[in-house]
T-cell receptor
Framework: QKEVEQNSGPLSVPEGAIASLNCTYS??????FFWYRQYSGKSPELIMF????GDKEDGRFTAQLNKASQYVSLLIRDSQPSDSATYLC???????????FGRGTSLIVHP | NAGVTQTPKFQVLKTGQSMTLQCAQD?????MYWYRQDPGMGLRLIYY???????DKGEVPNGYNVSRLNKREFSLRLESAAPSQTSVYFC?????????????FGPGTRLTVL
């Protein structure tokens, strides 16, 4: 069974801090990696994707990928209460364009 | 431009009843998906349709059937509902072109089976 693992949390950080969310995956041949944000009672929405080793920055968000260690992370700088949500890691396993989702990490940013 | 729509938003069924969840998209994309989301379980793929006229099983297809009626619509049917099917159901559409790897989700249907 090919898996995507996340710590369910909750991860609690103060406003203005850096939130670090981590995800590991089992399929070494995976090529595409995604972070979705899901507010309570709402549907997931894509916030970041990364395909190559290294860092990818978009505003306050940075995705980091390390294929050798099979992990992908999401950093949120200057965290805001509006960032409080569940963050889902998704991975396209080798040969598939259908993502496998992790169980999600709940993030709470407190004022 | 509504993107992906789902009906109904909420539904309560009794064990053994049947119902169909509807999904429609105005994005003119080929691939559509049905997921269920349970607390602590993440999103699990039930069925998907790569294009009009084709459907395939996902991770948890038992107890469900699907129909890809046309390019716009992809429905999910529960023939005999069970309490284990209490969940939130999301329909998703795969992007195309520059968003080909992105999944666009509908607002969800919250189903309770008593």
């Amino acid at each position: 069974q090919k898996e995507v693992e996340q710590n369910s949390g909750p991860l609690s950080v103060p406003e203005g801090a850096i939130a670090s969310l981590n995800c590991t995956y089992s399929d070494r041949g995976s090529q595409s990696f995604f972070w979705y944000r899901q507010y309570s009672g709402k549907s997931p929405e894509l916030i970041m994707f990364i395909y190559s080793n290294g860092d990818k920055e978009d505003g306050r968000f940075t995705a980091q990928l390390n294929k050798a260690s099979q992990y992908v992370s999401l950093l949120i700088r200057d965290s805001q209460p509006s960032d409080s949500a569940t963050y889902l890691c998704a991975v396209n396993m080798e040969g598939s364009y259908i993502p496998t989702f992790g169980r999600g990490t709940s993030l709470i940013v407190h004022p | 431009n509504a993107g992906v729509t789902q009906t109904p938003k909420f539904q309560v069924l009794k064990t053994g009843q049947s119902m169909t969840l509807q999904c429609a998209q105005d994005m003119n994309h080929n691939s559509m998906y049905w997921y269920r989301q349970d607390p602590g379980m993440g999103l699990r793929l039930i069925y998907y349709s790569a294009s009009e006229g084709t459907t395939d099983k996902g991770e948890v297809p038992n107890g469900y059937n699907v129909s890809r009626l046309n390019k716009r619509e992809f429905s999910l049917r529960l023939e005999s509902a069970a309490p284990s099917q209490t969940s939130v159901y999301f329909c998703a559409v795969r992007g195309a072109g520059g968003t080909y790897n992105e999944q666009f989700f509908g607002p969800g249907t919250r189903l309770t089976v008593l």
